[in-house]
């Protein structure tokens, strides 16, 4: 977790694939991959009381990532994320995440479109 007086912080990442997708395929581009993060103050596990939101848009097509590292948006998904990071106590973190979104695929196979979820997590450092 990184430390110090960042307020506020834009960041995003961006992946493209050139793997076809399926010729009779519906659902949305599979072939691309973004993430634009906005995030206000930063957590410091050094500092009980400390704490940093963020929003998250987060469009994962399966064809341009393997095995992304978000906790709760994975491949195949398309919405967006909101956050919070919170230290109770120096080196204990603990997370919050709410996604709403939908499955790229679902009109591919008629499965169902929504993907929504919450994430709760706390870390204890040592």
Same mark, same amino acid.
Request: charge should be negative; avoid cysteine; glycine fraction near 8%.
């Given at each position: 977790?990184?430390?110090?007086?960042?307020?506020?912080? =834009?960041?995003?990442?961006?992946?493209?694939?050139?793997?076809?997708?399926?010729?009779? !395929?519906?659902?949305?581009?599979?072939?691309?991959?973004?993430?634009?993060?906005?995030?206000?103050? $930063?957590?410091?596990?050094?500092?009980?009381?400390?704490?940093?939101?963020?929003?998250?848009?987060?469009? =994962?097509?399966?064809?341009?990532?393997?095995?992304?590292?978000?906790?709760?948006?994975?491949?195949?998904?398309?919405?967006?994320?909101?956050?919070?990071?919170?230290?109770?106590?120096? $080196?204990? =973190?603990?997370?919050?995440?709410? !996604?709403?979104?939908?499955? =790229?695929?679902?009109?591919?196979?008629? $499965?169902?479109?929504?993907? $929504?979820?919450?994430?709760?997590?706390?870390?204890?450092?040592?």
């Amino acid at each position: 977790m990184e430390t110090g007086p960042m307020i506020l912080q =834009l960041f995003g990442i961006y992946a493209k694939s050139d793997m076809d997708a399926y010729t009779a !395929y519906l659902g949305d581009d599979q072939s691309k991959a973004y993430d634009m993060t906005i995030k206000y103050k $930063n957590a410091s596990l050094a500092q009980a009381g400390s704490w940093d939101i963020y929003a998250s848009y987060r469009y =994962l097509g399966q064809f341009a990532t393997i095995s992304p590292t978000y906790h709760i948006s994975g491949r195949d998904t398309k919405g967006l994320e909101i956050g919070a990071d919170y230290v109770p106590d120096k $080196n204990i =973190l603990t997370m919050l995440e709410y !996604y709403k979104g939908k499955r =790229l695929s679902a009109d591919y196979g008629h $499965n169902p479109a929504d993907y $929504n979820g919450i994430y709760f997590r706390i870390e204890f450092f040592f």
